[in-house]
């Protein structure tokens, strides 16, 4: 249902109304991103200036200084194989189940599918510090592996949330028909359904990529040094001894957000469906 | 919650499919076999971590002991909560924060969403500049913030010509944090919403222009109902994640000035992690478990009243 602005002669003065409350409310919504991003290319002269700089010669020496920290292109790298690793567990464990929820009335189903919400709306917090108790027994905090874990208590809900709406809606002619021609569940689930699936998958996996890649909590509690993911980096920046190192905040936030945002622009028709799904269709 | 309807709605498969064939033996453990990994998962990284963290709430349990080792001293970790003025407050601040957060993201989302709403050109690129703050990490969007709002060298300041501790006294603290909460979760609402009304049927909306209803009389009498089914959803979903609000908070304040910004989140996260009383914080942790679980529970039956009417 979309609004077409009435009569001809107000049309005009309402589009100017829209275009202007729109450009005042982006600029409103961008303008903090868009003065650090600026910071980012100050010297600290600059960014100390009063009155502030609106134009200067921008230096790229934050994020040399940045980059020049070999902890940062490791934090960049366990940030990767962290959330990626959780996001790949999430799909492996997730979209069999989801399949069967989608398809297959079983005893527990509902129950299973609720304690699944149950998981994601909980607070993370509270599931984090028996988490850590328990992980700092068996000797696996500040490992990767501990975060992965701990990821996917928000990544697997995610994954079976929306996969079984992706498998409701597709037909199940096609299962039903190769079962027919001898397939066995299993052989049918790989060759025929999975295929299909991909785009369900492709939308799951940007938006637990999304989550995983900005966790800040799980990752400042469960790593080290070795092991910290680029949030817990970057606030490091901002918690020095002679406190906040304006360059390394700016230069190492803009970095971290960089990869988001050009992956959440990639794939921004999945986000309202994976934000809103299943909370819709009940 | 579907799952009654579906069921009706669709036979069985396994009854559809002719039994032409005898299945593989293999086929009658397909839905075990597909659920029991999930299974397994959600017990190891959620069921157990929670049964323990109850355990621990009733225990005295110091991190140097054994992980069962904790001597039981039945509720005092709760009593103990319960005597801390830091804990009560933490309870106020964090519902006053979710209402104030919550009801502020539903107003702005939904005249952004009606904004949004217009046929006009270029309108997706402003749907796209809009929604930046919600998709950037959390914490360095709040860091940003407090940048902006520092008292000597931020651009705030500056303007307003005046040299404001923002994050320093418990009134502004509270101010700037709700503030850059609506900024980083109004896009969040503005999207669901705009979703809703772009499935809205335009019919009922035609028959009120022609029996000569004005633009506010169809926002007030035809949008507004026809949209709530995803007001309920925005509201449910923001006022959950608000009530576990922590990166924020973290990065700004860190839960002060003087408790100011203290929400449970944060007080659990002190409790356990800055002074390693475990016990105490899985007994806060259960607190907030058992608070958002009621939170759900409310939501849940409103939903399922208004289905029902």
Request: charge should be positive; include cysteine; glycine fraction near 6%.
């Amino acid at each position: 249902m979309a609004i077409v602005v009435g009569s001809r002669r107000t049309r005009w003065l309402g589009r100017a109304l829209v275009y202007a409350a729109l450009s005042l409310l982006s600029l409103l919504f961008l303008f903090p991103l868009l003065w650090v991003l600026g910071l980012s290319f100050k010297t600290r002269m600059q960014t100390f200036a009063d009155p502030p700089l609106f134009l200067w010669w921008p230096t790229i020496e934050n994020y040399v200084d940045v980059f020049g920290r070999s902890d940062f292109g490791l934090a960049f790298l366990n940030t990767l194989i962290v959330s990626g690793s959780a996001v790949g567990l999430s799909l492996c464990v997730g979209v069999p189940a989801a399949y069967a929820f989608a398809r297959f009335p079983f005893r527990g189903r509902s129950f299973l599918f609720f304690a699944l919400l149950v998981m994601r709306m909980l607070p993370p917090i509270a599931v984090l510090v028996p988490m850590y108790v328990l992980f700092s027994k068996l000797g696996l905090t500040t490992t990767r592996f501990s975060v992965v874990l701990a990821y996917s208590t928000f990544s697997l809900p995610l994954v079976v949330w929306i996969m079984r709406g992706f498998f409701e809606d597709l037909p199940a002619e096609l299962e039903e028909s190769a079962w027919i021609d001898g397939a066995n569940r299993f052989t049918a689930f790989r060759l025929i359904v999975l295929p299909l699936a991909k785009p369900g998958m492709v939308a799951a996996s940007i938006l637990c990529l999304q989550l995983a890649w900005n966790d800040f909590l799980f990752a400042a509690v469960l790593t080290n040094n070795a092991s910290q993911t680029l949030p817990v980096k970057m606030m490091t920046f901002s918690a020095g001894d002679s406190g906040v190192d304006w360059g390394g905040v700016t230069a190492s936030g803009m970095l971290v957000i960089l990869p988001v945002i050009i992956f959440s622009f990639l794939a921004q028709r999945h986000l309202v469906a994976g934000l809103s799904s299943g909370a819709v269709k009940g | 919650m579907a799952d009654a309807s579906t069921i009706l709605a669709k036979p069985p498969l396994a009854a559809t499919a002719p039994a032409r064939r005898r299945p593989l033996a293999l086929d009658r453990y397909f839905v075990t076999l597909t659920v029991l990994p999930t299974f397994v998962v959600m017990v190891a990284i959620f069921g157990l971590p929670l049964l323990f963290s109850l355990y621990l709430s009733f225990t005295g349990w110091s991190p140097n002991q054994a992980l069962l080792g904790g001597a039981f001293v039945g509720f005092d970790n709760y009593a103990d909560l319960f005597a801390d003025p830091v804990f009560i407050g933490s309870i106020g601040i964090t519902f006053g924060y979710t209402t104030a957060a919550v009801s502020a993201q539903l107003a702005a989302g939904l005249g952004i969403a009606l904004l949004l709403n217009v046929d006009l050109p270029y309108m997706r690129a402003f749907r796209t500049a809009l929604v930046v703050p919600m998709m950037i990490t959390p914490i360095v969007g709040a860091l940003c913030w407090k940048l902006l709002l520092d008292p000597s060298h931020g651009v705030v300041n500056y303007w307003l010509g005046q040299k404001i501790i923002w994050l320093g006294q418990p009134d502004t603290a509270m101010l700037a944090v709700w503030l850059v909460n609506v900024w980083q979760s109004t896009p969040y609402v503005a999207l669901i919403l705009l979703a809703g009304l772009r499935s809205l049927p335009s019919e009922p909306r035609e028959a009120a222009a022609i029996d000569g209803a004005s633009r506010w009389q169809m926002f007030l009498h035809i949008t507004l109902p026809l949209l709530k089914p995803y007001l309920l959803v925005a509201l449910l979903l923001r006022t959950i994640f608000e009530f576990r609000a922590f990166d924020n908070i973290y990065a700004m304040t860190g839960g002060g000035p003087a408790n100011a910004t203290m929400v449970l989140s944060m007080f659990t996260y002190l409790a356990s992690f800055v002074r390693f009383d475990f016990a105490l914080g899985a007994a806060a942790s259960w607190m907030m478990l058992l608070m958002s679980m009621l939170i759900c529970l409310f939501f849940i039956a409103v939903i399922r009243r208004r289905d029902a009417n």
